[in-house]
Protein backbone atom coordinates (compact mmCIF):
# COMPACT_ATOMS: atom_id res chain seq x y z
CA UNK A 1 0.00 0.00 0.00
CA UNK A 2 1.42 3.38 -0.84
CA UNK A 3 0.31 7.14 0.28
CA UNK A 4 -2.01 7.50 -2.52
CA UNK A 5 -3.88 4.33 -1.79
CA UNK A 6 -4.28 5.38 1.79
CA UNK A 7 -5.75 8.64 0.73
CA UNK A 8 -8.21 6.71 -1.73
CA UNK A 9 -9.05 4.66 1.09
CA UNK A 10 -9.75 8.32 3.75
CA UNK A 11 -11.32 9.54 0.63
CA UNK A 12 -14.05 6.76 0.54
CA UNK A 13 -14.44 6.78 4.46
CA UNK A 14 -15.37 10.21 4.35
CA UNK A 15 -17.97 10.77 1.36
CA UNK A 16 -18.29 15.47 2.30
CA UNK A 17 -14.27 15.43 1.81
CA UNK A 18 -12.46 15.97 -1.72
CA UNK A 19 -9.69 13.66 -2.74
CA UNK A 20 -7.23 16.60 -2.75
CA UNK A 21 -8.25 16.92 1.37
CA UNK A 22 -7.78 13.78 1.73
CA UNK A 23 -3.66 13.83 0.03
CA UNK A 24 -3.69 17.06 2.37
CA UNK A 25 -4.61 14.87 5.41
CA UNK A 26 -2.37 12.27 4.83
CA UNK A 27 0.80 14.24 4.00
CA UNK A 28 -0.13 16.21 7.41
CA UNK A 29 -0.02 13.14 9.11
CA UNK A 30 3.19 11.78 7.51
CA UNK A 31 4.94 14.68 7.81
CA UNK A 32 4.47 15.21 11.61
CA UNK A 33 5.41 11.90 12.34
CA UNK A 34 8.70 12.50 10.13
CA UNK A 35 8.96 15.75 11.99
CA UNK A 36 9.16 13.68 15.66
CA UNK A 37 11.44 11.21 14.49
CA UNK A 38 14.11 13.49 13.03
CA UNK A 39 13.53 15.11 16.82
CA UNK A 40 14.61 12.21 18.21
CA UNK A 41 11.04 11.15 19.80
CA UNK A 42 9.14 8.10 19.93
CA UNK A 43 5.88 7.86 17.97
CA UNK A 44 3.38 4.95 19.07
CA UNK A 45 0.17 4.13 17.10
CA UNK A 46 -1.71 2.74 19.23
CA UNK A 47 -3.25 -0.91 17.88
CA UNK A 48 -0.01 -0.31 15.45
CA UNK A 49 2.87 0.14 16.31
CA UNK A 50 6.07 2.23 17.27
CA UNK A 51 8.26 4.22 15.51
CA UNK A 52 11.74 5.16 16.95
CA UNK A 53 15.28 6.67 15.20
CA UNK A 54 18.46 4.13 16.33
CA UNK A 55 21.81 5.12 14.99
CA UNK A 56 23.64 2.35 13.00
CA UNK A 57 27.57 1.96 14.06
CA UNK A 58 30.29 2.28 11.33
CA UNK A 59 31.23 -0.79 9.40
CA UNK A 60 33.41 -2.13 7.87
CA UNK A 61 33.04 -2.91 3.63
CA UNK A 62 35.13 -3.70 0.35
CA UNK A 63 34.82 -1.25 -2.19
CA UNK A 64 33.73 -3.96 -5.46
CA UNK A 65 35.73 -2.36 -7.95
CA UNK A 66 38.88 -2.27 -5.90
CA UNK A 67 38.40 -4.76 -3.53
CA UNK A 68 40.18 -2.11 -0.78
CA UNK A 69 38.87 -2.09 2.64
CA UNK A 70 36.57 0.94 3.59
CA UNK A 71 34.20 2.26 6.57
CA UNK A 72 30.68 3.14 5.86
CA UNK A 73 29.87 5.61 8.00
CA UNK A 74 26.88 5.07 10.46
CA UNK A 75 24.01 6.85 10.04
CA UNK A 76 20.61 7.10 11.57
CA UNK A 77 17.53 4.65 10.67
CA UNK A 78 13.81 4.23 11.33
CA UNK A 79 12.67 1.15 13.60
CA UNK A 80 9.05 -0.41 13.37
CA UNK A 81 8.04 -2.23 16.40
CA UNK A 82 4.53 -3.75 15.96
CA UNK A 83 1.96 -3.70 18.28
CA UNK A 84 1.30 -7.05 19.80
CA UNK A 85 -2.25 -7.04 18.30
CA UNK A 86 -0.63 -7.17 15.21
CA UNK A 87 1.53 -9.85 15.78
CA UNK A 88 -1.27 -12.12 16.35
CA UNK A 89 -2.12 -11.67 13.06
Do not use: C, W
Amino acid sequence: MNKDEISRRVYEAHGGLAFSDARKIVDLVLNLIKKRLVNGERVLLSGFGSFTVQRRKDKKGVNPQTGESIIIAGRNTVKFKPSKSLKSI
